[in-house]
């Protein structure tokens, strides 16, 4: 633990694993949730990072390590979001200092970090599906072990989650489900007689209870035991909210307050005591950034943070130019104005791709459908079969999650959905699995698509506005995390002619055909090539597909070098250029070197943008480096 927080907690300083947890007292229980929750506030004001999920479920995280043993038994983490408390209970608070940096520690949960991560989330919806698995292999290998899976109230919107609750409910499997319900609750009652049902209802007698009730009712003649299931059915389902979960085959326990300890630790023992008669559901309200009156003033805003003052709540964001994501949401907006088939969708993410502003201007025309990307592209491609010209606004890394509906429900049938890629490329803090590696290779593959990436703030303009007239066929834009460079945007925006790239400087050595952000590095490469007397000649692809086929050619016969450089992985644009090539006329390779610069073949830990590129080999000294060793001229002794 740091120097600054350690004289301050009586309980936390002495917490190292949950073993030490359960040598304290009820009370005592109570003062160490209050101190991990200031422990948390005072760090990652520091580092940065998601907050307010954390902060809401400090007393169950708490709770869950009191009660079963970890980390033999397993808790199973959804999103990763609310694990803070978590790795600061499992031998990890002496580097929550480090959290989301270079070789720190990781935002969410990780195999490889912690033995008490079972199993890594960064994505929605994937707890109750690898919880069940889990189970099912310890059962089969009789390890005899309890497995617990927690999942937000979001991440119970996506249809994965009902596919696992499903399978799970007919599989009959002792599989413990929190739901951490803290948005808005499925049912009201919450209380000192909701808690104390829920306690009732948890327990062997009233199970017993119940199962006794259920056989007499059996003796009595059928319209009457009909009846009387209904009453008890509907009875429950009144107080509790759990028909809907019973129904998949889980016994549910709830809602139950989530920030008290007396209601939780009973509850969560019987859960415990008692799972093997089948799955059970918890249902747990809590608040969201509970605790710290920032954070439940504002929980979208402290949702994710950056460095922050712990007694204002007020964030230290540097002033900068128009983020991406801001640029195309307003220039969405300026088509919208006059163009009625727009419309855009977001997968629960509203405010990170900027269409909290498009949802402002126009209500009727934003289309929020849950974290269910795989719906999102459906229902874009339903829209657009009705003359609609949707966007689809999505980050890299989550439209991963439909590809199957961008192939099958969208390319297949040449419907015109727009993709609006956001986070595309490396993206710092967030790490490997929030990085927008593969977009480019996987819609670029696609018979039919048009794919565009955005070297500045005014080529994501046009490029935007160019989709907006694309109704032969589906499309894709991508962009990236960041600012961009303060470019000022005219309207009405010029277009682009499809499958066109264009010359950003001529020289006669070597050229470089940038696709996407890496422009710049490519320009500042450049100047350091002249200390070589290397001339450079600089493109700017802008598509993938189709192929600037005219420019690629000429570079390629007037350069004794050609580079491609992506922010994607292999498979995506420098691909296309040398499979062109090779098809197109193999004596031009003869006279002519080709590489291509792409992501490497590994996933990149988080760290700072800059580093993160320089692990892959991108940024302007690497590049120079790259092409000193392709024309085997020494650095530093032929230099100028």
């Given at each position: 633990?740091?120097?600054?927080?350690?004289?301050?907690?009586?309980?936390?300083?002495?917490?190292?694993?949950?073993?030490?947890?359960?040598?304290?007292?009820?009370?005592?229980?109570?003062?160490?949730?209050?101190?991990?929750?200031?422990?948390?506030?005072?760090?990652?004001?520091?580092?940065?990072?998601?907050?307010?999920?954390?902060?809401?479920?400090?007393?169950?995280?708490?709770?869950?390590?009191?009660?079963?043993?970890?980390?033999?038994?397993?808790?199973?983490?959804?999103?990763?979001?609310?694990?803070?408390?978590?790795?600061?209970?499992?031998?990890?608070?002496?580097?929550?200092?480090?959290?989301?940096?270079?070789?720190?520690?990781?935002?969410?949960?990780?195999?490889?970090?912690?033995?008490?991560?079972?199993?890594?989330?960064?994505?929605?919806?994937?707890?109750?599906?690898?919880?069940?698995?889990?189970?099912?292999?310890?059962?089969?290998?009789?390890?005899?072990?309890?497995?617990?899976?927690?999942?937000?109230?979001?991440?119970?919107?996506?249809?994965?989650?009902?596919?696992?609750?499903?399978?799970?409910?007919?599989?009959?499997?002792?599989?413990?489900?929190?739901?951490?319900?803290?948005?808005?609750?499925?049912?009201?009652?919450?209380?000192?007689?909701?808690?104390?049902?829920?306690?009732?209802?948890?327990?062997?007698?009233?199970?017993?209870?119940?199962?006794?009730?259920?056989?007499?009712?059996?003796?009595?003649?059928?319209?009457?035991?009909?009846?009387?299931?209904?009453?008890?059915?509907?009875?429950?389902?009144?107080?509790?909210?759990?028909?809907?979960?019973?129904?998949?085959?889980?016994?549910?326990?709830?809602?139950?307050?989530?920030?008290?300890?007396?209601?939780?630790?009973?509850?969560?023992?019987?859960?415990?005591?008692?799972?093997?008669?089948?799955?059970?559901?918890?249902?747990?309200?809590?608040?969201?950034?509970?605790?710290?009156?920032?954070?439940?003033?504002?929980?979208?805003?402290?949702?994710?943070?950056?460095?922050?003052?712990?007694?204002?709540?007020?964030?230290?964001?540097?002033?900068?130019?128009?983020?991406?994501?801001?640029?195309?949401?307003?220039?969405?907006?300026?088509?919208?104005?006059?163009?009625?088939?727009?419309?855009?969708?977001?997968?629960?993410?509203?405010?990170?791709?900027?269409?909290?502003?498009?949802?402002?201007?126009?209500?009727?025309?934003?289309?929020?459908?849950?974290?269910?990307?795989?719906?999102?592209?459906?229902?874009?491609?339903?829209?657009?079969?009705?003359?609609?010209?949707?966007?689809?606004?999505?980050y890299s890394t989550f439209l991963q999650r439909a590809y199957d509906q961008v192939v099958h429900d969208v390319a297949i049938q040449n419907l015109p959905v727009r993709f609006a890629i956001d986070r595309a490329g490396l993206v710092g803090a967030d790490g490997a699995t929030h990085a927008g590696s593969f977009d480019i290779a996987f819609l670029s593959n696609l018979p039919?698509?048009?794919?565009?990436?955005?070297?500045?703030?005014?080529?994501?303009?046009?490029?935007?506005?160019?989709?907006?007239?694309?109704?032969?066929?589906?499309?894709?834009?991508?962009?990236?995390?960041?600012?961009?460079?303060?470019?000022?945007?005219?309207?009405?925006?010029?277009?682009?002619?499809?499958?066109?790239?264009?010359?950003?400087?001529?020289?006669?050595?070597?050229?470089?055909?940038?696709?996407?952000?890496?422009?710049?590095?490519?320009?500042?490469?450049?100047?350091?090539?002249?200390?070589?007397?290397?001339?450079?000649?600089?493109?700017?692809?802008?598509?993938?597909?189709?192929?600037?086929?005219?420019?690629?050619?000429?570079?390629?016969?007037?350069?004794?070098?050609?580079?491609?450089?992506?922010?994607?992985?292999?498979?995506?644009?420098?691909?296309?250029?040398?499979?062109?090539?090779?098809?197109e006329n193999n004596t031009l390779l003869q006279n002519t070197l080709i590489d291509c610069i792409c992501l490497p073949d590994k996933f990149i830990d988080q760290d700072t943008p800059f580093n993160m590129y320089s692990i892959a080999n991108m940024n302007s000294e690497n590049i120079v480096t790259r092409i000193l060793k392709k024309l085997n001229i020494k650095k530093n002794?032929?230099?100028?």
């Open positions: 633990m740091n120097k600054a927080t350690k004289q301050d907690y009586k309980f936390l300083n002495n917490i190292d694993t949950p073993k030490d947890i359960k040598k304290l007292t009820s009370d005592e229980l109570e003062i160490l949730c209050e101190e991990v929750r200031s422990f948390m506030i005072d760090n990652v004001s520091k580092t940065g990072g998601h907050l307010g999920a954390g902060l809401g479920v400090v007393e169950l995280t708490v709770g869950l390590h009191y009660i079963f043993n970890t980390p033999k038994d397993q808790i199973i983490w959804d999103v990763g979001h609310q694990t803070y408390p978590h790795k600061i209970l499992t031998k990890r608070k002496n580097r929550m200092h480090t959290l989301r940096q270079g070789k720190g520690l990781s935002g969410f949960t990780k195999r490889a970090e912690s033995i008490y991560d079972p199993f890594g989330a960064a994505h929605a919806s994937t707890s109750i599906s690898a919880a069940l698995g889990i189970l099912v292999g310890s059962e089969i290998r009789k390890k005899n072990k309890k497995v617990v899976a927690v999942i937000g109230d979001g991440a119970m919107t996506a249809g994965m989650a009902y596919e696992a609750l499903n399978n799970a409910g007919a599989m009959k499997y002792p599989l413990i489900v929190i739901l951490n319900d803290n948005d808005m609750s499925i049912a009201p009652p919450v209380g000192a007689m909701s808690a104390y049902l829920s306690k009732l209802i948890s327990s062997g007698p009233y199970r017993g209870l119940r199962n006794v009730a259920s056989q007499l009712a059996k003796k009595f003649p059928k319209k009457i035991a009909n009846t009387a299931k209904k009453a008890e059915e509907y009875a429950r389902g009144f107080f509790t909210g759990g028909t809907l979960f019973e129904e998949l085959g889980f016994y549910y326990i709830g809602p139950i307050d989530g920030h008290n300890l007396n209601h939780l630790l009973p509850i969560l023992k019987n859960a415990r005591d008692h799972s093997k008669k089948g799955p059970v559901l918890i249902h747990v309200v809590t608040k969201k950034g509970n605790g710290y009156i920032p954070a439940e003033k504002s929980d979208d805003k402290f949702h994710g943070v950056g460095k922050f003052n712990v007694l204002t709540g007020k964030q230290n964001k540097s002033e900068s130019n128009k983020s991406y994501t801001k640029i195309f949401s307003e220039n969405l907006i300026e088509l919208a104005k006059t163009d009625k088939k727009i419309c855009a969708i977001t997968a629960a993410m509203p405010s990170g791709t900027g269409l909290d502003l498009f949802m402002k201007k126009f209500p009727s025309r934003t289309f929020d459908v849950g974290i269910a990307e795989q719906h999102a592209v459906t229902f874009a491609a339903g829209l657009a079969c009705e003359g609609m010209k949707p966007f689809a606004t999505i039919n698509f048009i794919t565009m990436a955005a070297s500045d703030d005014l080529e994501l303009a046009r490029m935007i506005h160019t989709c907006a007239d694309i109704n032969h066929a589906p499309s894709a834009f991508r962009y990236p995390r960041g600012s961009g460079l303060g470019l000022k945007i005219n309207y009405p925006v010029k277009k682009l002619v499809i499958g066109k790239g264009k010359i950003i400087q001529e020289g006669n050595d070597i050229a470089i055909i940038s696709y996407g952000a890496r422009l710049q590095e490519v320009k500042l490469a450049a100047k350091k090539l002249e200390n070589y007397k290397i001339s450079t000649t600089i493109a700017d692809a802008r598509f993938c597909k189709p192929l600037d086929k005219k420019l690629i050619l000429e570079l390629c016969k007037n350069h004794k070098l050609l580079i491609t450089i992506e922010e994607g992985s292999i498979g995506g644009f420098g691909s296309h250029v040398s499979n062109f090539l090779i098809n002794l032929t230099k100028v």
